[in-house]
Nanobody
Framework: QLQFVESGGAMVQSGGSLRLSCAAS????????IGWFRQAPGKEREGISC?????????YYADSVKGRFTMSRDNAKNMVYLQMNSLKPEDTAVYYC???????????????????????RGQGTQVTVSS
């Protein structure tokens, strides 16, 4: 089963930038649709970006991060990244990777709005944005 370890979370000031990394193991990333989700205290989880099995495939961004965040992946290195720019206090949350086997999900949008549990998810990394 695919496993993830996220890193790169930190405390930054509003307007700052961070790059999150997600190291995958236990499976072939070529067969997985990958997403970045986040969850803030007292709020429901939010799928903010989901990417198809290859780096040049379709990518979905939630309206809340569109134009500020960029997702990328390097299947050869088993790595997934999230570049976050123009950070806002409302971006404060635990960010984590999720993976769905490509046959288990229809579109990248469907993955980001899914309500069930993904095939795989990491423990997350904390991002705190101060005003």
């Amino acid at each position: 089963q695919l496993q993830f370890v996220e890193s790169g979370g930190a405390m930054v000031q509003s307007g700052g930038s961070l790059r999150l990394s997600c190291a995958a193991s236990g499976g072939d990333l070529d067969y997985y649709v990958i997403g970045w989700f986040r969850q803030a205290p007292g709020k429901e989880r939010e799928g903010i970006s989901c990417m198809s099995t290859s780096a040049d495939g379709p990518t979905y961004y939630a309206d809340s991060v569109k134009g500020r965040f960029t997702m990328s992946r390097d299947n050869a290195k088993n790595m997934v990244y999230l570049q976050m720019n123009s950070l806002k206090p409302e971006d404060t949350a635990v960010y984590y990777c999720v993976g769905m086997y490509w046959l288990d999900i229809t579109t990248v949008h469907a993955m980001c709005v899914m309500t069930g549990e993904p095939d795989s998810r990491g423990q997350g990394t904390q991002v705190t944005v101060s005003s």
